[in-house]
């Protein structure tokens, strides 16, 4: 394993302010840069906004604006949103910032020198939603329109620079299938490489610069173009690394986390980051990402989601629901509700059960149990423990398989199966309190010895518990840890996610409960 860990979001779209998708995939990145911070890793996390492109030159002129004005204002909607999801990225990234364009030329620039990109002619469809081109089978298949969007496709035909994307698939289906997983999940994987296997032609990526108003990055060789959108977005992963030098103050600022850890996407724009962006590479000879990861797309309440139906996850939605449950809950039930890279399904009820069964029954429940009892039985300092028998077997088994297969799980970005362990070493544990009646035992003094058996293994289960929560829901996590008197920077460094690690003597302090019952 590598001691650095760079993970990214897309860089979304600045035609519309951010709802549930975006604060998905951006959550599941913070959770990941989180968890490796806490393992001792040294890690960048990048997100950030794409600003260039027809959509966003469209976009302005229908609310009367200038591109830049309509950059500058919908931004800040994500840069808010991101401080209220307590968001930890490094870096925030705009493509309209002189560090990106300037390096996103150099790129250009490179494939020119290489004899990468040529001029010739495209006439075709054009996708305006997805800024993509269009052949003319798959826009014959889907009448005409978007597959994305359900919008009627443009017909373009101008002259355009191309890339000479052809000339190294062959290179990127062997990449990927010596490499399995490079494209994740992997029914995704295979969706790429029976495409690729189909045959891809060479890639146009220029526009008429006169068209957008001379929104977007100059072709270095043909100023009368501007580089295709999907080229520039793409490049923000490589240049907010500093990468090409260039001689400005960024030169080389995160070199080191190249190449990325892992790239985290919606499924909608696999194709680009999966084949557009890894052959550029290749024509580059620069390291190829290790992963890309691509997750499914949200519907609310069973259906699709719409404005007009009013069950839209928007901004003002999440605030709400921030507001009714907090911060943590929302990022909780994102990642617990479904498994990263299959559909998921925004639901009210689903959100209140888990949130009553596993958060308030389970791991709220189990930590206001054992504050309480150790406050009881043993003036709040926790007792220390004689050697464990049978009945703490399913705990002790609960908690070294949490810490033993937590990198690998989230290293596979199973965010599900990860929370899954975490609450079934809270439920051994509950079980575990009901099995060995403490309560009872505290009326035998000669069962004290025992009785501090038990009350240690419940106390060491919740702090193995909340340390592993924390990349999740970090400030309940914290709160919880405070209970168990344990500093704001408990973390899982140097092994403290492993059996034992809370020392006998230390003081509870009885708390609020971490997640009040919904009724």
């Not at 009367?64 to 500058?72: Q, V």
Request: with cysteine; proline share 5%.
């Amino acid at each position: 394993m590598t001691q650095t860990y760079y993970v990214t979001t897309p860089i979304y779209y600045v035609n519309d302010a951010p709802h549930i998708g975006h604060s998905y995939t951006t959550i599941a990145a913070d959770v990941l840069a989180r968890f490796w911070r806490a393992r001792g890793r040294d890690v960048r996390f990048l997100t950030g906004t794409d600003e260039h492109g027809i959509k966003i030159v469209k976009a302005a002129a229908e609310k009367g604006m200038t591109p830049k004005e309509l950059a500058d204002a919908v931004v800040v909607h994500f840069q808010d949103l991101w401080k209220d999801l307590n968001i930890s990225h490094d870096d925030f990234i705009r493509t309209s910032q002189p560090r990106h364009e300037k390096r996103v030329q150099a790129l250009v620039q490179a494939l020119v020198d290489r004899d990468e990109i040529y001029q010739g002619k495209y006439e075709g469809w054009y996708d305006e939603g997805q800024e993509e081109f269009v052949t003319e089978s798959t826009a014959r298949e889907n009448e005409y329109k978007s597959a994305i969007n359900g919008k009627p496709l443009v017909r373009y035909s101008e002259p355009s620079w191309f890339f000479r994307l052809g000339k190294w698939t062959l290179r990127l289906v062997e990449h990927i299938e010596t490499n399995p997983s490079f494209v994740q999940p992997e029914a995704r994987r295979n969706e790429v490489l029976s495409k690729l296997r189909l045959g891809v032609e060479d890639l146009s990526i220029s526009r008429q610069a006169e068209k957008l108003g001379g929104w977007g990055v100059p072709m270095p060789n043909d100023p009368t173009h501007s580089v295709y959108v999907w080229i520039d977005a793409l490049s923000n992963y490589y240049t907010a690394c500093g990468l090409p030098e260039i001689g400005d103050e960024f030169d080389g600022k995160a070199a080191r986390y190249w190449p990325a850890s892992v790239h985290l996407i919606g499924k909608d724009i696999l194709w680009f980051h999966a084949v557009y962006w890894p052959c550029m590479l290749m024509a580059l000879d620069v390291p190829l990402p290790e992963c890309v990861f691509a997750h499914g797309w949200w519907t609310s309440e069973g259906k699709k989601m719409s404005k007009s139906l009013g069950n839209f996850i928007s901004r003002e939605k999440i605030t709400d629901l921030c507001r009714e449950y907090s911060v943590d809950v929302y990022r909780y039930y994102l990642l617990r509700s479904v498994a990263f890279g299959a559909d998921g399904d925004f639901s009210q009820e689903g959100l209140q059960g888990r949130y009553n069964t596993e958060l308030a029954n389970g791991i709220g429940n189990l930590l206001s149990r054992t504050v309480n009892m150790i406050e009881r039985y043993f003036g709040g300092a926790i007792p220390a423990p004689g050697p464990a028998g049978d009945e703490e077997a399913p705990v002790l088994s609960a908690a070294a398989d949490l810490d033993a297969s937590a990198e690998a799980i989230l290293g596979a970005c199973q965010f599900q199966d990860y929370l899954e362990k975490i609450i079934a070493l809270a439920t051994a544990t509950n079980v575990f309190i009901d099995r060995t009646a403490p309560f009872k035992l505290a009326k035998d003094p000669s069962q004290r010895e025992r009785l501090g058996t038990i009350l240690y293994t419940c106390a060491e289960a919740v702090r193995v518990a909340l340390l592993h929560l924390q990349p999740v829901m970090p400030d309940t996590a914290a709160r919880g840890l405070a209970q168990l008197g344990l500093p704001p920077d408990a973390d899982l460094r140097g092994g403290a996610g492993q059996w034992g690690g809370l020392p006998a003597g230390t003081q509870v302090r009885k708390g609020e409960g971490l997640f009040p019952r919904k009724a």
